[in-house]
């Protein structure tokens, strides 16, 4: 059974205790005499509602725990309904409406680093990078520590280019929690781009060996692999990554690279043209298709100096990680 599946089970395990606990404290609020302690319980009964909305949007039952946020007090629960609802319309790809209300919760609440961190988040996913760095900057502002806010700032850093300055705030966390993944995944990113490529296979094999998938984590290693000379390595990655992320065009387009370099060029091809018909909007992969359909048909192609393998490694590593933004 797949981790993924797994969190899945634990989180409607973990529902279904929540219910039952509301349900006793329906009954309790039903009998009980003392309006003081009838508010008490009705607090309680709706802490353990906005967890399970969490569960909800952690499980990408994103209309459902919209709901159940939606469902909750603004008197007791305002900043909470923000972030939630939010969330769910920033996951739904509703960006307008998600930063209208998150605009209107920060207004109520000028002070909570949680919503200027969601609204930062939301300027990434938009491509706003600049508005996303001074959201972050904003937060840290209120809470100079928050993990949350620094990972964000340095990962606004690196696809602004400022990976010097991103690798200082990674270092930085890593050092506080040197098991944590997504630090790990991005200070490779960072090393990978000033061009520090054995620094970045060391740090996205410790986010691999925490147990970590994802897709920036296996681009970033084939990517890495590949640049060191390591093409057994590079083709193993390549396969796997395919394997766990079906639905990343950045998938295809390793493993094909990978069948081409060792002139495999029919299952190459065929790779490709599996993600192109995935993906027929996706340029890169039409791209990829093409310069190998021409440069098989030309019987010069060896005479063509070709681009730099560096070069076209960063295009692939920037590619997925803006659409991870994005």
Request: glycine share 8%; charged share 30%; net charge neutral.
């Amino acid at each position: 059974m797949g981790s993924k599946n797994l969190r899945y089970i634990e989180a409607y395990d973990e529902m279904m205790r929540l219910r039952k606990s509301i349900s006793i404290l329906d009954m309790e609020i039903l009998i009980s005499s003392d309006q003081s302690y009838k508010n008490q319980l009705r607090m309680k009964r709706e802490d353990l509602k906005e967890r399970i909305g969490w569960l909800f949007l952690d499980c990408g039952e994103y209309v459902r725990g919209y709901a159940l946020y939606l469902s909750l007090p603004w008197k007791t629960h305002g900043e909470q309904k923000y972030y939630g609802m939010s969330w769910a319309l920033i996951q739904m790809k509703n960006y307008g409406e998600a930063l209208r209300l998150l605009k209107k919760g920060i207004k109520r609440f000028p002070e909570s680093s949680t919503l200027i961190i969601t609204k930062g988040i939301l300027y990434q996913k938009t491509c706003h990078e600049i508005d996303a760095l001074q959201s972050f900057e904003r937060a840290l502002q209120l809470d100079p520590y928050n993990p949350y806010a620094l990972y964000n700032k340095a990962f606004s850093l690196n696809l602004l280019g400022y990976y010097e300055e991103a690798t200082s705030i990674l270092q930085y966390l890593i050092e506080r929690y040197p098991n944590e993944h997504d630090y790990l995944v991005e200070m490779g990113y960072s090393h990978f781009m000033t061009g520090y490529i054995e620094d970045a296979c060391k740090y996205y094999r410790k986010a691999q060996k925490t147990g970590h998938k994802s897709g920036n984590m296996y681009c970033g290693l084939y990517c890495a692999y590949r640049h060191l000379g390591f093409q057994d390595e590079a083709l193993y990655i390549a396969q796997e990554g395919l394997n766990e992320y079906p639905d990343e065009p950045a998938m295809y387009d390793n493993l094909g690279e990978c069948y081409y370099e060792r002139g495999w060029i029919l299952d190459a091809k065929e790779i490709l043209k599996e993600g192109v018909r995935k993906f027929p909007e996706d340029y890169g992969l039409r791209e990829s298709l093409k310069k190998i359909e021409e440069e098989t048909d030309d019987p010069d192609k060896w005479k063509k100096p070709p681009i730099g393998l560096i070069i076209l490694l960063i295009m692939l590593l920037r590619r997925l990680k803006e659409k991870h933004a994005g």
